[in-house]
T-cell receptor, first 115, second 113 residues
Framework: NAGVMQNPRHLVRRRGQEARLRCSPM?????VYWYRQLPEEGLKFMVY????????ESGMPKERFSAEFPKEGPSILRIQQVVRGDSAAYFC?????????????FGQGTRLTVV | AQTVTQSQPEMSVQEAETVTLSCTYD???????LFWYKQPPSRQMILVIR??????QNATENRFSVNFQKAAKSFSLKISDSQLGDAAMYFC??????????FGAGTRLTVKP
């Protein structure tokens, strides 16, 4: 059972371009969480999704950022018209259910660099 | 809103000694779990230990143990017999039945040989 897979591991974009970050949860997991980590800082919650539903997007900027988790395929975090401040490591985590005792399993992150 | 606070940005410990990392949280919910994650330089998030809020007994995993004080909303991590491989960022996390997982800002642990 492969772990949470994120790709690409590293992504370089010029200002104004779009960044698409992909996350394939662990097999059997229907819940996906996206976090952003700035250098030397902790993980900031962005969005929580279940299959085809956004449960909580309170941590995601209202503009330029969007996320989806379709019925088939990976979860996608999309950042439009990237700016230098979007440079960060973006982590995806998945869990099998909303059971409170289930840990979230993390991918290795995508490091986005905006030049 | 649930918040998690780690008041120690950096900690240092001598190899083989014991160190305690602090974490406090704020919540109005009664059913929740607390976690400590470790993030080594590889950036992989690794679960170290978890604690169920309804259990009074503190969780223990080998050299790692927690001091869970529910009334004080405190959840500290104790690392005994520290090893060089313990050097990492440590994040305290909170999760309730209806919420996602929220993290503290992290504590960078250095282990001196």
């Amino acid at each position: 059972n492969a772990g949470v897979m994120q790709n690409p591991r590293h992504l370089v974009r010029r200002r104004g371009q779009e960044a698409r970050l992909r996350c394939s949860p662990m097999k059997g997991h229907s819940h996906v969480y996206w976090y952003r980590q700035l250098p030397e800082e902790g993980l900031k919650f962005m969005v929580y999704l279940q299959k085809e539903n956004i449960i909580d997007e309170s941590g995601m900027p209202k503009e330029r950022f969007s996320a989806e988790f379709p019925k088939e395929g990976p979860s996608i975090l999309r950042i439009q018209q990237v700016v230098r401040g979007d440079s960060a490591a973006y982590f995806c985590a998945s869990s099998p259910a909303t059971l409170v005792n289930t840990e979230a399993f993390f991918g290795q992150g995508t490091r986005l660099t905006v030049v | 809103a649930q918040t998690v606070t780690q008041s120690q940005p950096e900690m240092s410990v001598q190899e083989a000694e014991t160190v305690t990392l602090s974490c406090t949280y704020d919540t109005s919910e009664s059913d929740y779990y607390l976690f400590w994650y470790k993030q080594p330089p590889s950036r992989q998030m690794i679960l170290v230990i978890r604690q169920e809020a309804y259990k009074q007994q503190n969780a223990t995993e080998n050299r790692f143990s927690v001091n869970f004080q529910k009334a004080a909303k405190s959840f500290s991590l104790k690392i005994s017999d520290s090893q060089l491989g313990d050097a990492a960022m440590y994040f305290c996390a909170y999760r309730s039945a209806v919420r996602d997982m929220r993290f503290g800002a992290g504590t960078r642990l250095t282990v001196k040989p």
